[in-house]
């Protein structure tokens, strides 16, 4: 397991999914979907404890389990206006909205929604229900660590701005193709956000998503790109 030695362990539940749980012994899930997510191992299904749950947009493969699970533990759910709007109408009880720019601080941790190029409609019984705007969050840890979950993206020229506001340690970043960005916009993206390390996500889950993590490691060289690639595999941990 790859090992930073900083007290966390981030461990990739498949596809964007990520239980993160903090020196604090705090528990978060990134973009909830547990339950129907092929790349999710089975003995990491079971969530028992859970604080927050932050959600990137509205897109089954991003909030399946976000009912389920914000109404068995209660987290506070961070995430846009109007997904907040609707986690309340199915009856999630601690939904804390906020917007792109703002930052809010949850059990001890900073979460600052910045801008995604995507999509964010929200299917429900055949309908789609209107889901806001995509975003990404920078977490800051108790010790200060930062670290970028892009959400599902395209490049945009903000990744400059987050780089510069928030510089990153550690960047998720999708670089599965057809629905996000492919390696070599991934590689592009890393040039502005100058992460140390990236953890490629939204990859595998599907034949379709053909982005590999070596194709991102030749993408980057090309660039000269320095960041470290951590290729987890569904249910390991950085730690
Ligand atoms: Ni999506
Ligand atoms: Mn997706």
Redesign the pocket.
């Known amino acids: 397991m790859p090992t930073l030695n900083r007290g966390f362990a981030l461990t990739w539940l498949g596809h ?1 999914t990520f239980r993160l749980v903090t020196r604090g012994a705090r528990v978060v899930l990134l973009d909830p979907w547990v339950e129907s997510n092929p790349a999710c191992p089975r003995d990491q299904k079971a969530i028992d404890k859970l604080d927050v749950m932050a959600i990137s947009h509205g ?1 089954g ?2 909030m399946g389990d976000a009912v389920t699970l914000g109404k068995k533990h209660k987290p506070t759910v961070v995430c846009n206006y109007e997904i907040h709007l609707f986690l309340q109408r199915k009856g999630v009880p601690n939904t804390s909205p906020m917007n792109k720019g703002g930052t809010q601080e949850v059990a001890g941790l900073k979460f600052t929604m910045v801008h995604a190029l995507h999509s964010s409609g929200i299917e429900d019984g055949g309908q789609v229900v209107y889901g806001g705007e995509p975003c990404g969050y920078v977490l800051a840890l108790e010790d200060g660590t930062r670290i970028f979950h892009a959400g ?1 993206t395209g490049i945009h020229a903000e990744m400059a701005l987050i780089g510069e506001l928030y510089s990153p340690e550690i960047a998720l970043l999708p670089i599965g193709d057809l ?2 960005m492919s390696p070599r916009e991934a590689a592009v993206a890393a040039r502005m956000l100058k992460p140390k390390y990236i953890v490629p996500m ?1 990859h595998g889950t599907f034949p379709a998503l053909t982005g590999t993590p070596d194709m991102l490691r030749e993408e980057l060289k090309k660039l000269k790109v320095a960041a470290e690639v951590i290729a987890l595999r569904p249910g390991e941990a950085l730690t």
Do not use: M, R
Request: aromatic letters at 12%; proline letters at 0%.
């Open positions: 964007s897109h493969d991003h599902d629905f996000t939204h």
